[in-house]
């Protein structure tokens, strides 16, 4: 009983051992992968009751597991849409394939890093098939609220690198000095205009033809013109018609005194300094920023010259995709080349109790198992996740060193296990040699 259990340990010793090498030897050939996460193997001793006075060796059983809660060193990259998470969490992916044969049912997989790159059809994939998954943002670029205990919402990101993008007009900031010479008794009256290319919702270049007409009075000054603003992009139309009156005490002498709409023109805001234009046929709302009263940065009426002296507008033309880029909290940013950016997406960060515990799949790719619990979606950046890093990628957990050591010691504790084996086995040819 007592050699034969013995025999049986150092049978499982090596056993163990060799599982020990298994793991070993897959974490020096994953040195260099990026995102590996090392496998350990753990021994646990085994107790058999020999009875009372003997001993009867039970010997080891091993279990391996990989240490996915680890996190390698970042590593600098040139590549924008190279991703790792700095901290907690995963990024959610899909595979290629499942992504073209499952339709709606897309099994979500978790990484940690990855080198994405757009492909053939406009998807952020990287070179094993692994595509990046995302919440699909509004046309303002706003994430509509989708639930963070499920996948729903989440969606392959698919960005056409041929794609054109424009912005239509929403605001115009109108700085303009007129002359108070015009307003005075015996000017000539004539009228100044400023003409404002605004771009429509199709991208196209429209003009706002703004006149200033000033009021000339019999004696003294009035201080007083009348602003009158049409769209080419409404056939010529009146959008609006205003009657400015500007200020000539000494604290705030030229700037605007009222601002009074004739009637059918846009209501002025006093406390912004803004009224809202509808142009190109209605389609289209354009909120006009001619400064508050008494605001010395708005409109102004000084000296005798005439200068726009400056002209703020958003909206661009259409342009083409230049490059797409993360930023740390997960938003997806496509650039085009006409300087315009636009959120397309939002990529969360994966979170589940136990992350040990997740599937492995081939390619450091890891999904949702009973024993990890289940995920949650965060905000790159927020609760318990870290942050979306770009121009990153992490290297494996792998310490060599480290590694070359373990193999030392267990290419001994194998020797020493094969030498039991010898023992017991001369122990018993002993045994045998009783009988002669």
Do not use: C
């Amino acid at each position: 009983m007592t050699l034969s259990s013995s025999l049986n340990a150092s049978v499982a010793g090596l056993s163990a051992n060799a599982s020990n090498l298994s793991t070993i030897s897959d974490n020096i050939a994953n040195s260099e992968t990026t995102g590996y996460k090392r496998a350990m193997t753990e021994f646990h001793s085994m107790v058999i009751d020999g009875g009372s006075g003997t001993y009867a060796a039970g010997g080891v059983r091993v279990s391996a597991h990989r240490l996915i809660d680890e996190r390698g060193p970042l590593l600098s990259t040139s590549n924008p849409t190279d991703l790792a998470v700095r901290g907690r969490g995963f990024l959610p992916v899909v595979s290629h394939p499942d992504l073209v044969t499952a339709g709606d049912a897309l099994q979500m997989e978790l990484v940690t890093t990855g080198s994405f790159r757009l492909d053939a059809d406009g998807y952020l994939t990287t070179y094993d098939g692994a595509v990046l998954m995302g919440w699909p943002a509004e046309a303002d670029g706003s994430i509509p609220d989708f639930p963070r205990d499920s996948q729903n919402g989440l969606e392959a990101i698919q960005i056409s690198a041929s794609q054109f993008a424009a912005s239509p007009t929403s605001e115009i900031r109108m700085g303009v000095n007129l002359p108070a010479t015009s307003t005075e008794a015996g000017a000539d009256g004539d009228e100044e205009q400023v003409t404002i290319e605004y771009y429509d919702n199709l991208g196209k270049p429209q003009t706002l033809t703004v006149t200033f007409t000033p009021t000339v009075p019999a004696t003294d000054a009035s201080n007083e013109w009348t602003m009158t603003i049409t769209d080419d992009g409404s056939g010529g139309a009146v959008l609006g018609e205003y009657t400015l009156t500007f200020d000539d005490s000494s604290g705030f002498g030229g700037t605007l005194a009222s601002v009074n709409p004739t009637a059918g023109s846009p209501a002025y805001d006093a406390a912004t300094g803004t009224f809202t234009l509808s142009a190109a046929n209605g389609t289209q709302d354009i909120t006009m920023d001619i400064g508050q009263i008494n605001d010395f940065s708005g409109m102004s009426q000084l000296s005798n010259v005439f200068a726009p002296n400056s002209i703020n507008k958003d909206g661009a033309p259409p342009g083409t995709l230049t490059s797409v880029e993360v930023d740390a909290n997960g938003y997806v940013h496509a650039y085009f080349d006409t300087g315009l950016t636009r959120v397309v997406y939002q990529v969360p960060l994966v979170d589940v109790a136990n992350p040990n515990e997740l599937n492995v799949g081939d390619n450091q790719r890891y999904t949702v198992s009973d024993d990890s619990g289940a995920f949650y979606l965060w905000s790159a950046g927020s609760g318990p996740v870290g942050e979306i890093l770009g121009f990153a990628q992490e290297e494996a957990t792998v310490d060599v060193a480290g590694e070359l050591t373990n193999l030392i010691q267990t290419q001994r504790a194998y020797s020493s296990n094969a030498k039991v084996i010898q023992t017991v086995d001369e122990m018993l040819q002993e045994t045998t040699n009783m009988k002669r």
